[in-house]
């Protein structure tokens, strides 16, 4: 017995000391993949496999082999929970930057599965100009959008970022401005068409012009004339698989999130909306029925000082409007035509002093007689300073299924869901 306690108590010791050799490998490695990859990133303006910096997730995966269950939720991986189930999956982490990619496993919603640049290489943008539409400099944002492979999109500093025409981006693609100050602004702005699996995260995106009449390159092989664009913020045309999440979206010429023509998979959540008319258009138009196909949720955004109206504005479509919190509006917050089915749970709606704008919801165009059939319901929806909610239709089981894409808490609790809203300040060593 005393041989067999001997033996198992070396093999205990070797195992140990193995496993503690093992985890100090690791972590010499993963600080030499951190230096190497600051380097890879100051080599501005070089080939594209130059900015494509390699991954340092196998790294960071081996370490959480390691650790055990007990030690992740030491690390505070649970403990700093909002309730916001996007924030708790990947805020909490101080080294969110070595573990860039692990957002896209944190949408929820239609957009859920949207993987954006996720299974490609991490890209640094090194060049905030935007001199040539049709060949973009290698470091530049254009440059990047355009690729015909995945690519997770980082920035080496703060920067404003000037488009001259168009950004069109191409499918698998991550805009991620965590850890500097970005800003796509004064010019062009965002066209995500005919493509599917786009992740925008934290920037800022305003005063965004009209442009176009002009040739602009859509992928390394393509490009051609495009007419006038209206001035959105981002414009979703033909695409799915979309996530657009903790921005900052002001004062563009037309929408701030308008998504058309057959769009759908779309999730838009934590971002913050201020100073602009029409804030977000879903639908083409009321013959273009190809919408009735459309899924997407609204959650955990704050819609605040300055919006009038389109909060959203919807057409045909399956929408599930969920934990926003509504502080403004002139004219309206949701509204709608051609039938669409609209699914309000959980939100904080702070009617304006006018006593005439104090209804929530807005049948655009349509007579009652009509619009008494559509299904729009509102569930368990906070309804402050003399707000309302105009419900409809018969509240069909199957019609709101398809309008229900995670599950609402209570309106309780939007402000401390939605108090991270808009761009994060994120910095290396820190939660965000």
């Known amino acids: 017995m005393e041989v067999q306690f001997n033996l198992c108590f070396l093999l205990i010791t070797l195992l140990l000391a193995t496993t503690k050799a093992n985890q100090s490998r690791v972590v010499e490695r993963e600080e030499t993949l951190q230096i190497q990859s600051l380097k890879n990133s100051s080599m501005a303006e070089r080939s594209f496999n130059e900015h494509a910096v390699e991954n340092p997730e196998e790294i960071a995966s081996m370490v959480e082999t390691i650790r055990n269950h007990t030690q992740r939720r030491n690390l505070n991986f649970f403990s700093c929970g909002t309730g916001n189930p996007i924030d708790d999956c990947w805020r909490c982490d101080k080294r969110w930057y070595l573990r860039r990619k692990r957002l896209a496993n944190c949408a929820i919603g239609f957009g859920r599965n949207s993987i954006g640049g996720r299974d490609g290489r991490y890209y640094v943008v090194t060049n905030p100009n935007d001199d040539d539409a049709v060949n973009p400099r290698p470091g530049t944002l254009r440059y990047a959008v355009i690729q015909d492979k995945p690519l997770w999109i980082v920035f080496k500093r703060d920067m404003v970022i000037t488009l001259k025409q168009e950004l069109i981006m191409n499918s698998f693609k991550t805009i991620d ?23 925008i995260h934290g920037v800022h995106i305003h005063d965004c012009k009209p442009t176009g009449n002009a040739m602009v390159r859509s992928s390394p092989s393509h490009y051609g004339w495009r007419t006038m664009a209206d001035g959105d913020g981002i414009s979703i045309f033909g695409s799915s698989h979309i996530w657009i999440d903790h921005n900052s979206l002001s004062n563009c010429a037309d929408g701030l999130v308008d998504a058309i023509m057959g769009s759908t998979a779309i ?13 977000i258009l ?14 997407v949720t ?22 599930h409007v969920v934990n926003n919190d509504y502080t403004h509006w002139e004219m309206y917050a949701i509204g709608g035509s051609a039938n669409p089915t609209i699914n309000s749970q959980g939100n904080r709606y702070l009617a304006p ?18 619009w008494r059939g559509w299904n729009w319901r509102s569930q368990g929806d906070l309804l ?49």
Do not use: W
Request: charged fraction near 15%; aromatic fraction near 10%; proline fraction near 2%.
């Open 384 to 432: 402050l300073n003399g707000a309302f909610f105009t419900p409809s239709g018969a509240g069909a089981a199957a019609s709101y299924a398809r309008a229900s894409s995670l599950s609402a808490k209570s309106s309780s609790l939007v402000g401390t869901l939605t108090s991270g809203s808009g761009v994060l300040n994120c910095r290396r060593g820190a939660m965000c």
């Open 298 to 319: 609204i959650a955990f955004n704050h819609f605040g000082e300055g919006l009038i109206q389109r909060m959203p504005r919807c057409r045909h479509g399956y929408f």
């Open 353 to 370: 002093v006018n006593p005439f704008a104090k209804e929530v919801t807005k049948r655009v165009d349509t007579g009652a007689g009509v």
């Open 267 to 279: 999730t838009i959540s934590n971002n913050f909306f201020t100073r602009h008319n029409e804030v």
């Open 282 to 295: 879903l639908g083409h138009s009321d013959t273009y029925v190809r919408d009735k196909q459309m899924q």
């Open 177 to 199: 401005g965590r850890g500097a100050n970005v800003h796509i602004a004064f010019g062009a702005c965002i066209t995500i068409q005919f493509v599917t699996n786009v992740i």
